[in-house]
């Protein structure tokens, strides 16, 4: 299994321009989720989903949209880049389970963007 | 809102033992989990405490207190290769298991 993998892993963009980071994983899970990551801080929620076609917003979702087609895609959009949204974004991935003692996310190896 | 509270910086010898503590306060809580994290890498796993009581993973061990909004994390027998970011965080309900608050992230320098 590759786990999850994210694309590209650096990025430059202007400010207004759009792109799609893309995040992909193999496990069959069902929760997915979005975060980014500025220096020297934790990981701050972006969006989640809880299944293919369920998305919902998480702590900082202004300027980002997300979809979920498919069980394995969850494709995260800037709409118009600005130098706030410079960060590191991470995908993760896990699965829904009913065991209430155990809960791990897979995290893929993060994309680095800065916007100029 | 939500918020959890970790101490900046630790730092230690190797062989020496290091806690790390987490309080949170948070709207809903199901069950509170710790990262590790390399400069340049991915959080990575260690351990899940959905109930009071310690969990213990080789030479780390995790602790959770309900009542007290309050978890650690132990470090034993620590080894450079444990210099590296650990973060706790808490997941609030069932239903939106995914739907992380994490902590600042406590940094971890282990010394010769």
């Known amino acids: 299994n590759a786990g999850v993998t994210q694309t590209p892993k650096f990025q430059v963009l202007k400010t207004g321009q759009s792109m799609t980071l893309q995040c992909a994983q193999d496990?069959?899970?069902?929760?997915m989720s979005w975060y980014r990551q500025d220096p020297g801080m934790g990981l701050r929620l972006i969006h989640y989903?809880?299944?293919?076609?369920?998305?919902d917003q998480g702590e900082v979702p202004n300027g980002y949209n997300v979809s979920r087609s498919t069980t394995e895609d969850f494709p995260l959009r800037l709409l118009s880049a600005a130098p706030s949204q410079t960060s590191v974004y991470f995908c993760?991935?896990?699965?829904?389970?009913?065991?209430?003692?155990?809960?791990?996310?897979?995290f893929g190896p993060g994309t680095r963007l800065t916007v100029t | 809102g939500q918020s959890l509270e970790q101490p900046s910086e630790v730092t230690a010898v190797e062989g020496a033992i290091v806690q790390i503590n987490c309080t949170y306060q948070?709207?809903?809580?199901?069950?509170l989990s710790w990262y590790q994290q390399h400069d340049g890498g991915a959080p990575t796993f260690l351990s899940y405490?959905?109930?009071?009581g310690l969990e213990e993973t080789g030479r780390f061990s995790s602790f959770l207190s309900r009542s007290d909004s309050y978890g650690y994390l132990l470090l034993q027998e620590l080894q450079m290769k444990d210099s590296a970011s650990y973060f706790c965080?808490?997941?609030?309900?069932?239903?939106?298991?995914?739907?992380?608050?994490f902590g600042g992230g406590t940094r971890v320098l282990v010394k010769p």
């Open positions: 496990m069959n899970h069902e929760y």
């Open positions: 405490n959905a109930l009071d």
């Open positions: 948070t709207s809903g809580f199901y069950g």
């Open positions: 989903s809880v299944g293919a076609g369920i998305t």
């Open positions: 993760a991935s896990s699965r829904l389970s009913s065991r209430q003692d155990r809960y791990e996310q897979y």
């Open positions: 965080a808490v997941r609030p309900n069932k239903a939106a298991g995914n739907k992380l608050t």
